[in-house]
């Protein structure tokens, strides 16, 4: 039997999601259709936008379906600043968390390696997060900034961060606010219109959906966002004429279901994650007394539990605890496989042996009790056994 | 006995293949590639090397095809320090250096076996051709691939617990075997030189990390017969590149005898000053235990050299090796493998060589 402890990389597909999808594999039409064919084809994506819409507290003309939550947060915050930039040359500055995942981190970071775009790396504190005080202290008078961006909850660590100040402050400069809510959007009561974002990043496979779809909520121009995003794909306009490409409706019929459901029961599963998860917590701390939980202590994602395991690699952890039949993450970047050590605990001030030595426990809706027991059991001669392999 | 194996998989057909086996003889493998740079892309590109992002995707899907589980396991900190420093730091010294040799020594059967056995594993299992019962190392049954020789350098605590699936067998019917087991590397070509150098210029690799240190190179009587930008880019036996402007008196070509980096100096001279005939070394690795006095075997200087019989003097500080035919071309730091017909004995790393 495996223990899939990893629902933050993605979470099995919702039964209703595979049943939405399913039957719009066998469906016929490409939304932009003008016959009855692309109409059927229409009415499914627009039925889903409506869903999406509803489920986060944004009109249907503010979701931007996408592939993924990657290109989301590429569009978001590549597109914005270039938009910004040809408004008014001197928005330069991108103010970005130093916690934020990938596809935002380096999205920013090709825009300063070659489009001139000047980065600031907002600090966090030691659980992860972002305050508002740091984010308007750089704003300036904000006639400089582009955008600013910070991740509603993060992906490794699990810490929420204070999204809607944040927003607030970026607002009160005139400055539009991106916010990756992916990992957020399957737990916590994620609202675009009341957080003030003037753009959020949605996933699909996350939140129980299909892999390879995903959002931008996306404010029409106004006092959150004075224009629409430059295009990152350019060709048939199909999305507002920010994001092209043929709609992907059996993907974009599986994410509505979804969101649809996992909205429905997020308040009641959440707090029985919370639960599982302080279980786990505890179970974990009892087994290695010497094991640090990173991030926050409380103001976390209700399914994630991050340790550093002194002494150890992260990659003899998961090793180990993968012939156990026990699926985690060390939560960090990887090419060809090699993990570096984590961007977010090195700016948390954890030292390259703690940020190492690290791992992710991410609980979902399939995670029950027997879970937490089998990690419970495995974890201590785990980490005996890892800790005498010790850091290479 | 079921043991449990860590398979060092590099992406070639014979670690691969020789995963496959061990896996096939019900032991309990796991697969893993070393990374060894910290940036992939810097190293040899495709077939050639043993660490690049391709080869890590190819031993993952021989991996897949054998079915067990597999990792990359980041060693590039220590490859850096134990391997490629001390290539360069050995060409400063006027040594030259067995890189691969280096590599056995320090990183599989030191580094990652280290890592393995602390993390509960048995034995690690390579593709070397060579054949070993966990005691008593030999030469691989196919002459044209025999590795013993890169893994004479060994202890036996390392022998103990490696696994050389490969060393019954040709490498022609390792490739028709990876072939039928559905491994797709099977086409690859074999890898050659300095996986760590990316175009194949060791001595522009060289250069960039000691620097131009121009100096004489002189012949056998001591003139100066042309000048080079560093000796290190010299190696004992070389004859083309040396940019001499003053021909020899009798016309014949010139080979370097002696790199001298001490003096700055390399000198060079007719072929037949290269037979060396007594060697001494530095503290020897024995497989097998010694014999206490002067005693007969065979050594082998280099990979695929050639085998020259020898008488083998046990001293305090290391050997002195005697051969009983003129060996050519033999530089300090390289290693000297010793074997009792096809048996490996030890080795030890050349420190000086006198010629006749």
Same mark, same amino acid.
């Given at each position: 039997?495996?223990?899939?402890?990893?629902?933050?990389?993605?979470?099995?597909?919702?039964?209703?999601?595979?049943?939405?999808?399913?039957?719009?594999?066998?469906?016929?039409?490409?939304?932009?259709?003008?016959?009855?064919?692309?109409?059927?084809?229409?009415?499914?994506?627009?039925?889903?936008?409506?869903?999406?819409?509803?489920?986060?507290?944004?009109?249907?003309?503010?979701?931007?379906?996408?592939?993924?939550?990657?290109?989301?947060?590429?569009?978001?915050?590549?597109?914005?600043?270039?938009?910004?930039?040809?408004?008014?040359?001197?928005?330069?500055?991108?103010?970005?968390?130093?916690?934020?995942?990938?596809?935002?981190?380096?999205?920013?970071?090709?825009?300063?390696?070659?489009?001139?775009?000047?980065?600031?790396?907002?600090?966090?504190?030691?659980?992860?997060?972002?305050?508002?005080?740091?984010?308007?202290?750089?704003?300036?008078?904000?006639?400089?900034?582009?955008?600013?961006?910070?991740?509603?909850?993060?992906?490794?660590?699990?810490?929420?961060?204070?999204?809607?100040?944040?927003?607030?402050?970026?607002?009160?400069?005139?400055?539009?606010?991106?916010?990756?809510?992916?990992?957020?959007?399957?737990?916590?009561?994620?609202?675009?219109?009341?957080?003030?974002?003037?753009?959020?990043?949605?996933?699909?496979?996350?939140?129980?959906?299909?892999?390879?779809?995903?959002?931008?909520?996306?404010?029409?121009?106004?006092?959150?966002?004075?224009?629409?995003?430059?295009?990152?794909?350019?060709?048939?306009?199909?999305?507002?004429?920010?994001?092209?490409?043929?709609?992907?409706?059996?993907?974009?019929?599986?994410?509505?279901?979804?969101?649809?459901?996992?909205?429905a029961r997020r308040e009641a599963e959440a707090a029985r994650l919370a639960v599982l998860r302080d279980k786990l917590i505890d179970a974990v701390r009892a087994a290695v007394p010497d094991a640090v939980l990173n991030g926050h202590p409380t103001d976390r994602l209700p399914g994630n539990a991050h340790f550093s395991f002194p002494g150890c690699e992260g990659d003899a952890l998961l090793m180990l605890l993968d012939a156990r039949g026990i699926a985690c993450s060390t939560g960090s970047a990887c090419s060809a496989g090699v993990s570096q050590p984590s961007h977010v605990l090195l700016a948390m001030g954890a030292g390259p042996a703690r940020a190492r030595g690290s791992?992710?426990?991410?609980?979902?809706?399939?995670?029950?009790?027997?879970?937490?027991?089998?990690?419970?059991?495995?974890?201590?001669?785990?980490?005996?056994?890892?800790?005498?392999?010790?850091?290479? | 006995?079921?043991?449990?194996?860590?398979?060092?998989?590099?992406?070639?057909?014979?670690?691969?293949?020789?995963?496959?086996?061990?896996?096939?003889?019900?032991?309990?493998?796991?697969?893993?590639?070393?990374?060894?740079s910290s940036n992939p892309q810097s190293y040899r590109s495709g077939a050639r090397g043993c660490c690049t992002l391709e080869d890590a995707r190819d031993a993952r899907r021989a991996a897949d095809a054998i079915g067990i589980p597999f990792y990359v396991w980041d060693l590039a900190e220590r490859f850096h320090r134990d391997v490629v420093e001390d290539f360069v730091s050995e060409y400063?010294?006027?040594?030259?250096?067995?890189?691969?040799?280096?590599?056995?020594?320090?990183?599989?059967?030191?580094?990652?076996?280290?890592?393995?056995?602390?993390?509960?594993?048995?034995?690690?299992?390579?593709?070397?051709?060579?054949?070993?019962?966990?005691?008593?190392?030999?030469?691989?049954?196919?002459?044209?691939?025999?590795?013993?020789?890169?893994?004479?350098?060994?202890?036996?605590?390392?022998? &103990?617990? *490696? %696994?050389?699936?490969?060393?019954? #067998? @040709?490498? !022609?019917?390792?490739?028709?075997?990876?072939?039928?087991? +559905?491994?797709?590397?099977?086409?690859?070509?074999?890898?050659?030189?300095?996986?760590?150098?990316?175009?194949?210029?060791?001595?522009?690799?060289?250069?960039?990390?000691?620097?131009?240190?121009?100096?004489?190179?002189?012949?056998?009587?001591?003139?100066?017969?042309?000048?080079?930008?560093?000796?290190?880019?010299?190696?004992?036996?070389?004859?083309?590149?040396?940019?001499?402007?003053?021909?020899?008196?009798?016309?014949?070509?010139?080979?370097?005898?002696?790199?001298?980096?001490?003096?700055?100096?390399?000198?060079?001279?007719? &072929?037949? *000053? %290269?037979?060396?005939?007594?060697? #001494? @070394?530095? !503290?020897?690795?024995?497989?097998?235990?010694?014999?206490? +006095?002067?005693?007969?075997?065979?050594?082998?200087?280099?990979?695929?050299?050639?085998?020259?019989?020898?008488?083998?003097?046990?001293?305090?500080?290391?050997?002195?090796?005697?051969?009983?035919?003129?060996?050519?071309?033999?530089?300090?730091?390289?290693?000297?493998?010793?074997?009792?017909?096809?048996?490996?004995?030890?080795?030890?790393?050349?420190?000086?060589?006198?010629?006749?």
């Open positions: 039997m495996v223990t899939y402890l990893d629902h933050a990389a993605t979470t099995p597909m919702l039964p209703a999601a595979v049943a939405a999808m399913t039957a719009e594999l066998s469906g016929l039409g490409n939304a932009s259709s003008l016959h009855a064919a692309g109409r059927r084809a229409r009415r499914a994506v627009e039925e889903a936008r409506e869903i999406v819409a509803e489920a986060f507290d944004a009109r249907p003309s503010e979701v931007v379906f996408t592939s993924g939550g990657t290109e989301a947060d590429n569009l978001a915050v590549k597109g914005i600043y270039w938009s910004r930039r040809a408004a008014d040359p001197r928005r330069r500055r991108i103010l970005a968390g130093a916690v934020e995942h990938h596809a935002v981190l380096d999205a920013v970071q090709w825009l300063a390696e070659h489009e001139g775009a000047v980065v600031e790396w907002l600090p966090c504190d030691e659980h992860g997060r972002i305050a508002p005080e740091t984010l308007q202290a750089a704003l300036g008078d904000g006639t400089d900034v582009a955008l600013a961006t910070v991740m509603w909850a993060n992906s490794e660590v699990g810490t929420v961060q204070p999204v809607a100040d944040l927003a607030a402050v970026a607002a009160e400069r005139g400055v539009p606010f991106h916010t990756d809510a992916v990992q957020a959007a399957p737990h916590l009561p994620v609202a675009f219109g009341a957080s003030g974002a003037a753009a959020l990043t949605l996933s699909g496979h996350k939140l129980g959906g299909p892999l390879g779809v995903g959002a931008l909520l996306l404010a029409k121009p106004g006092p959150r966002l004075d224009a629409d995003p430059v295009p990152v794909l350019h060709g048939g306009g199909q999305e507002r004429d920010v994001r092209s490409g043929t709609l992907n409706t059996p993907a974009i019929a599986g994410f509505a279901a979804a969101v649809q459901e996992s909205v791992l992710r426990f991410t609980l979902g809706h399939t995670s029950t009790e027997a879970d937490v027991a089998a990690l419970a059991e495995a974890i201590a001669p785990v980490v005996e056994r890892a800790r005498r392999a010790g850091l290479t | 006995m079921t043991l449990r194996v860590l398979a060092a998989m590099s992406g070639g057909v014979d670690s691969a293949v020789a995963a496959a086996r061990a896996a096939e003889a019900g032991h309990d493998v796991t697969g893993v590639h070393m990374a060894l400063a010294a006027g040594r030259t250096p067995n890189p691969c040799l280096r590599c056995n020594e320090k990183i599989k059967f030191a580094a990652l076996l280290d890592k393995a056995l602390a993390l509960g594993f048995d034995a690690v299992c390579t593709g070397h051709y060579a054949r070993s019962d966990g005691t008593v190392l030999r030469r691989g049954v196919d002459p044209g691939k025999d590795q013993s020789y890169v893994l004479a350098v060994c202890t036996p605590e390392q022998l &103990r617990h *490696a %696994l050389f699936p490969l060393g019954d #067998t @040709t490498k !022609a019917e390792i490739r028709r075997e990876a072939d039928r087991r +559905g491994i797709q590397v099977a086409a690859k070509p074999d890898s050659h030189d300095v996986c760590f150098i990316a175009d194949g210029d060791t001595r522009g690799f060289l250069a960039e990390r000691l620097g131009a240190a121009p100096g004489p190179i002189v012949d056998t009587a001591g003139a100066r017969v042309g000048d080079h930008d560093g000796a290190y880019a010299y190696t004992i036996g070389q004859r083309r590149g040396l940019r001499i402007g003053t021909p020899a008196p009798d016309g014949r070509p010139r080979y370097v005898l002696d790199i001298s980096p001490a003096t700055n100096t390399v000198t060079v001279g007719p &072929r037949e *000053a %290269l037979d060396v005939t007594e060697i #001494t @070394t530095g !503290a020897p690795v024995w497989l097998a235990p010694p014999p206490a +006095g002067p005693f007969g075997c065979s050594v082998q200087l280099r990979a695929h050299g050639e085998v020259h019989p020898c008488t083998v003097e046990p001293g305090p500080d290391g050997l002195r090796l005697l051969l009983a035919t003129p060996a050519r071309g033999v530089a300090p730091g390289q290693t000297a493998a010793l074997y009792d017909g096809d048996r490996v004995l030890g080795s030890a790393t050349i420190a000086t060589t006198l010629r006749p």
